[in-house]
């Protein structure tokens, strides 16, 4: 059976290659497709705070489904800005899976990071906001095609325990966001087992483990650059 248009990139974004040459390369194993996308909310207190929200003292997980996911090789697409209102930017350190895990213990979760890269959760914040008013879930906020943007899978081992990654995403060559994991309220390993607590994980699944502060509001003709160590990647604004 011939992968959907979804799953082809998925698996791709996981292999680290192009929707293009991921059409040319769905006959070969390439890395599991993501099943969902597991997403931490204010898990750095700066950011909690420039939302008005409390700090949280464990941690808040809600979902994006595999549809949503698209690679940061293309432009990044707004959903209409009448209809929906402002597309929010929330720059993330992301982990996928190698192996399932279930009730796992810290050392399971260790052995268990298959990649890491960067991503973007799209967000419309002002339906979000009327959403959690209503006390309804955040769904149509969070999960529209594209709300989750994923920048290529890097070999795990450079990043040794995860306790000081630093990161930053930049707009027109200004910085907005600067992340550094030592600044997480619940630390990588941590969130792994504590949310393979909550649910399974299956091999594939990724990881977003929460923005720091800076959020904002993203315009069209945005020039986005996002910064992991050494690498580099770079898209549009639609």
Request: glycine residues 8%; hydrophobic residues 40%; proline residues 3%.
């Amino acid at each position: 059976m011939s992968q959907s248009p979804h799953e082809s990139l998925a698996t791709a974004i996981a292999a680290g290659v192009s929707a293009e040459q991921s059409v040319t390369n769905h006959h070969k194993s390439l890395r599991a497709a993501i099943g969902k996308v597991v997403c931490v909310g204010r898990n750095y207190a700066a950011h909690a705070a420039e939302l008005g929200n409390d700090v949280p003292t464990t941690p808040i997980l809600f979902m994006k489904p595999a549809s949503s996911v698209v690679s940061i090789r293309s432009d990044v697409v707004r959903p209409n800005l009448d209809l929906f209102g402002d597309t929010h930017y929330e720059a993330e350190l992301c982990i996928q899976l190698s192996a399932d895990l279930s009730m796992a213990t810290i050392e399971q979760a260790k052995q268990a990071i298959g990649g890491v890269t960067l991503g973007l959760d799209l967000t419309l914040r002002d339906l979000q906001s009327k959403l959690k008013e209503k006390g309804h879930p955040w769904e149509r906020a969070k999960c529209f095609d594209g709300a989750c943007v994923l920048a290529d899978w890097l070999d795990p081992q450079a990043f040794g325990d995860f306790s000081q990654v630093n990161y930053q995403l930049t707009i027109n060559d200004e910085l907005k966001q600067d992340g550094d994991s030592a600044l997480m309220l619940f630390a990588v390993y941590e969130l792994l087992a504590e949310i393979s607590h909550a649910f399974s994980l299956q091999a594939g699944d990724v990881i977003m483990t929460g923005t720091p502060s800076g959020v904002g509001v993203l315009k069209a003709g945005d020039q986005l650059k996002l910064k992991l160590g050494a690498h580099e990647w770079v898209s549009q604004v639609q």
